[in-house]
Nanobody, 128 residues
Framework: QVQLVESGGGLVQAGGSLRLSCAAS????????MGWFRQAPGKEREFVAA????????YYADSVKGRFTISRDNAKNTVYLQMNSLKPEDTAVYYC?????????????????????WGQGTQVTVSS
């Protein structure tokens, strides 16, 4: 069992930056692939980024590629999402997700039904 707690959301102007954190409980964090998803009002939840258990492979949605960076620190049981050049369309609740997966290359990383554990979400609002 893994519990996930996101933090770092807030209100920022377009062009600004935020760093989200997701702290995980448990001693097996390093065996989990991690993902970030987001959900805007009236829209379905969508994939943002994912990272393999060892941090060597990362994956991004086209809409955030080049602006967002996912990383992890297994010693701190934490995964991060650095968000730069934020746009109003990035406004959403951001969720951290986890699944036990020791694959070097992730499959179905963009499918939310492939993740077993979810955080409560953190709001990101980007003003124009």
């Amino acid at each position: 069992q893994v519990q996930l707690v996101e933090s770092g959301g807030g209100l920022v102007q377009a062009g600004g930056s935020l760093r989200l954190s997701c702290a995980a409980s448990g001693r097996t964090f390093s065996t989990y692939a991690m993902g970030w998803f987001r959900q805007a009002p009236g829209k379905e939840r969508e994939f943002v980024a994912a990272i393999s258990w060892n941090g060597r492979n990362t994956y991004y949605a086209d809409s955030v590629k080049g602006r967002f960076t996912i990383s992890r620190d297994n010693a701190k049981n934490t995964v991060y999402l650095q968000m730069n050049s934020l746009k109003p369309e990035d406004t959403a609740v951001y969720y951290c997700a986890a699944r036990e997966d020791l694959s070097y290359y992730l499959s179905d990383y963009n499918r939310d039904d492939r993740y077993d554990y979810w955080g409560q979400g953190t709001q990101v609002t980007v003003s124009s």
